[in-house]
């Protein structure tokens, strides 16, 4: 399965369009901060979108967080605003352990991650609209998941 992971769009979409005609993936994950585009987002695709929650995403049902089956892999998705991953994301790792996930996906920093460090595997894809890591080059991840492997690429615009 191929994931297209995205976060903090913060309706600036263009990018979005373009990391979708990239990837075609089988499974859209929107890590929050769409700030209302979520129905424009899921539209510009055929296959399934999740969307959460994100700080800036106000007067939205989207849900705070999600629990997914991808592969074999228990998968958390939180913005992480309320985990204080501009902190680092110690505090997130040991929450996705102690709910027993394998991967947590985070957005908000706009900072590219992947950490496999200590047990879990904590993935941020940064930002497609405001990124802010060195070069500041729009960011996402592909997530290829098989039953006993999964493989994340972080890629730029």
């Not at 992971?5 to 990837?23: G, M, P, Q, W």
């Amino acid at each position: 399965m191929k994931v297209l992971i995205v976060s903090d769009t913060h309706r600036k979409n263009e990018n979005y369009f373009k990391a979708l005609a990239l990837v075609k993936p089988d499974l859209v994950i929107h890590c929050g901060d769409a700030e209302g585009s979520e129905y424009v987002l899921t539209a510009a695709t055929e296959c399934p979108v999740q969307i959460i929650l994100g700080n800036n995403d106000f007067f939205s049902y989207l849900p705070k967080e999600l629990e997914l089956k991808i592969g074999s892999y228990k998968v958390w998705v939180t913005h992480g605003h309320n985990y204080y991953v501009s902190m680092g994301n110690e505090v997130l790792k040991r929450e996705a352990a102690a709910r027993g996930m394998d991967i947590v996906i985070y957005g908000h920093t706009h900072k590219p991650v992947v950490d496999r460090k200590s047990g879990v595997i904590a993935v941020n894809p940064g930002s497609l609209s405001y990124p802010r890591q060195e070069g500041r080059r729009p960011s996402y991840i592909v997530m290829e998941a098989e039953d006993e492997e999964v493989r994340f690429e972080v890629a730029y615009l």
